[in-house]
């Protein structure tokens, strides 16, 4: 019998996913606040890991932890390849990248609003 997730808010679930990438130094970690912007979550949260190893640290710990504290399951894409993982925990997607695909890609210039910092918080 699998344990259904536990029944918390969306800024909880941030609160968690942050600590857990202070906990393994991620870095340059940015939240962006996409309430009534997508349908797809409440957060994104987008943070680099210095090395292909240290990204896929990074995402393992956090989808162990989350499914151990939160009962929450979580879609993973990118975690064999080590250069950006996608963390779907529902409410809150998480990307972890290296930094030179983190800047080829550039997802904050993509989901923030124009000419707004209010938006994206760095961590």
Do not use: N
Request: some cysteine.
């Amino acid at each position: 019998m699998t344990a259904r997730p536990l029944d918390v808010s969306s800024e909880a679930l941030l609160a968690r996913i942050l600590a857990s990438l202070d906990d393994d130094k991620a870095e340059e970690v940015v939240t962006i606040d996409l309430r009534g912007r997508s349908s797809v979550a409440d957060y994104m949260v987008i943070a680099s890991g210095r090395s292909s190893r240290q990204v896929g640290a990074i995402a393992e710990k956090l989808v162990d932890r989350l499914k151990t504290e939160m009962a929450r399951p979580c879609k993973v894409e990118g975690k064999d390849q080590g250069d950006w993982v996608l963390i779907d925990a529902g409410d809150v997607v998480v990307h972890v990248f290296r930094p030179e695909v983190r800047d080829f890609y550039q997802l904050e210039k993509m989901w923030m609003p124009s000419g707004s910092g209010l938006a994206a918080k760095q961590h």
